[in-house]
């Protein structure tokens, strides 16, 4: 079916602060997937970082949702496949993270739709992309970039606080699966500077959607969480915060074993906190409780 958004302008969010280069991406790859499949994607967003104001070069992935009259199939599946591969080896950073939809998927939301194709660190799949969750859908629906095609954010799109919420539940507990790894090799993600930002500033955005039903930028989360969370733990959110903003900034820490301790102590113990609050504090948008001190 066509579109039932607003017909606006491109020209309507020109004067949102997006970052060049992601701005860039977006072009090259309607320029790519324009050439392999004509007049196929008829709407292209930004979510994301990229959406949100906090797109950082080194660290960010370009991510999208692509919207066209239907789902692609066959041919079209394989044309653009074919295109994304093409795409990963002319531009492999940032990487591209993105799904295509139907119009009808941006009212009926993730979980009321079957998976179907997206991209994942460039790669196309045909089903299993991360990104079918409702945080895509919420970041649509509220921060969109427009590319091309009608203005999507803040047109009242599919919006469901309790799954966003159940959502975020899940990923604390398979983030710390990801960041805290089992028995010796515990925490070895974290010896990475790119590993502690994610696992630091991603558990304060979890804790953030869970107190307030909104979804921040991984920097607003972390002045979140200086805000929220005793002092004890400012220093390894503001070594998180450095990563993400000042990279060539000196660390904030004498060895990665030090700073890797107060990232693992801070995730769990943040993790804790967001499951004994998950609940909004009687619709007051705070959080339940408070992070202890060490």
Request: proline share 6%; aromatic share 6%; net charge negative.
């Amino acid at each position: 079916m066509s579109s039932s958004l607003p017909d606006q302008s491109h020209e309507l969010v020109e004067t949102m602060i997006t970052h060049p280069l992601a701005l860039g991406i977006a072009d090259t790859l309607l320029a790519v997937v324009d050439a392999a499949v004509p007049d196929f994607v008829e709407g292209l967003y930004l979510v994301g970082s990229a959406a949100l104001g906090d797109f950082r070069p080194l660290l960010s992935d370009v991510d999208f949702v692509a919207v066209s009259r239907t789902r692609p199939r066959d041919g079209k599946l394989a044309a653009l496949a074919e295109a994304h591969a093409r795409l990963a080896l002319e531009q492999p950073i940032p990487a591209l993270d993105g799904i295509y939809l139907a119009w009808d998927d941006l009212q009926d939301g993730p979980d009321g739709i079957p998976d179907g194709p997206g991209v994942q660190q460039g790669l196309f799949f045909e089903s299993g992309c991360h990104d079918w969750h409702p945080l895509t859908w919420s970041v649509l629906g509220a921060s969109a970039i427009t590319i091309r095609g009608p203005l999507c954010a803040g047109t009242g799109l599919w919006c469901g606080a309790a799954d966003l919420e159940q959502w975020a539940l899940a990923s604390v507990d398979r983030c710390l699966g990801t960041w805290l790894e089992p028995d010796e090799a515990e925490g070895a993600t974290l010896l990475a500077a790119d590993g502690v930002e994610r696992a630091v500033l991603g558990m304060c955005r979890l804790h953030y959607i869970l107190a307030t039903g909104v979804v921040p930028s991984k920097s607003n989360a972390g002045l979140y969480g200086l805000i929220t969370f005793q002092p004890a733990w400012h220093r390894i959110i503001d070594e998180a915060l450095r990563i993400r903003r000042a990279p060539e900034a000196a660390c904030l820490y004498e060895t990665p074993g030090e700073r890797r301790r107060d990232a693992s102590a801070f995730v769990r113990a943040v993790a804790d906190d967001a499951r004994a609050g998950s609940r909004w504090e009687r619709g007051r948008g705070r959080p339940a409780c408070r992070t202890k001190d060490r």
